[in-house]
């Protein structure tokens, strides 16, 4: 059974979240901060999978839609959304290659 919550409650860029993060909303989440640490018990924003104590732990500060929160990565996981958000804006611009395997050694 579960309470409604405080209104009174100060908004906290620490505060868990009780909404999990959709890919889209990650993709949009600018990068301000990381730092890295060992795992809090947070579970990664990225896998959900909880970032174990003995695990590097990736700590994000983050701008989405205006407002600031703070993400939590595995490592790879990090690299992974990083390398997310690079390949989202890029597919803006049909400019390159388009990855497929070459062909050409006749
Ligand atoms: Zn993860």
Known sequence: MQGP???DA???VHQARSVRLTVA?????????VWGGHGCGAP??????????????????ASLDGKSLVLHFHRNCHDAWQAGQTAAS???QRDGPQGGP?????
Do not use: G, K, N
């Open 25 to 33: 909303a990650l993709r949009r989440a600018t990068s301000l901060r």
């Open 44 to 61: 990664c924003d990225f896998c959900r999978v909880v970032v174990a104590p003995a695990d590097v732990e990736y700590e994000v500060e």
């Open 10 to 12: 100060l908004p906290s």
């Open 102 to 106: 070459s062909s050409d050694a006749a």
């Open 5 to 7: 919550a405080p209104s």
């Open 90 to 92: 890029d597919s803006d």
